[in-house]
């Protein structure tokens, strides 16, 4: 696929707001705290992570696969300058494969000054979420990607499975990561 370009940065207001609507305050609940999340699709489970870890997020570009890295890293791209991991969310959750399209997105997140990108099909939108709408994970969830998720939000009829990044990546010293398995 060819690179498009274009990115959009989570902690600049002048961003092109194109690919990424902004929206108030969507899920039943008070007023109380608010937590502003930017959403995004995997296949039909749409996701969030909190908007303070968002540096940008970016269209599909050029991705140059790295030799025995964890099966979930799809590889690096360079990100002006900056040598950036991308690990592929449907690999990492243990879902089928997708044929990447216009929609997929590297959403490029700073974990403890470490930038790492996650491929994924589709964002959605940045919300504010009260925190009195965002639950804890049920119990019953077993699977071993139940440890990424910190919560779920209730937003009108859907729900919004709230991501753990710093337990999904870590970072590893000298520079590298470490993808937990």
């Known amino acids: 696929m060819e690179p498009e370009g274009n990115s959009t940065s989570a902690g600049n207001e002048d961003r092109e707001t194109s690919d990424l ?8 609940g008070g007023a109380g705290r608010l937590r502003q999340m930017v959403t995004f699709f995997l296949g039909d489970e749409e996701f969030g992570v909190d908007i303070t870890h968002v540096r940008e997020i970016n269209r599909l570009m050029l991705i140059t696969p790295v030799p ?51 491929l994924v099909d589709e964002v959605s939108e940045v919300l504010r979420l009260p ?24 937003i009108d009829d859907r729900l919004l499975i709230i991501l753990d990044l710093p337990h999904l990546v870590t970072g590893a010293g000298e520079g590298g990561w470490i993808v937990q398995a």
């Open 21 to 28: 609507p902004r929206t108030e305050d969507r899920s039943r």
């Open 131 to 154: 925190e009195s709408a965002v639950e804890s994970p049920p119990a019953m969830v077993g699977s071993l990607e139940s440890k990424y998720i910190s919560g779920v939000g209730k």
């Open 68 to 118: 025995r890295a964890p099966a979930s890293v799809e590889g690096v791209i360079n990100l002006r300058g900056q040598v950036v991991p991308v690990v592929d969310l449907r690999r990492q959750f243990g879902l089928p494969a997708l044929e990447h399209d216009r929609r997929t997105r590297i959403v490029v997140v700073d974990l403890e000054g470490t930038a790492v990108g996650f």
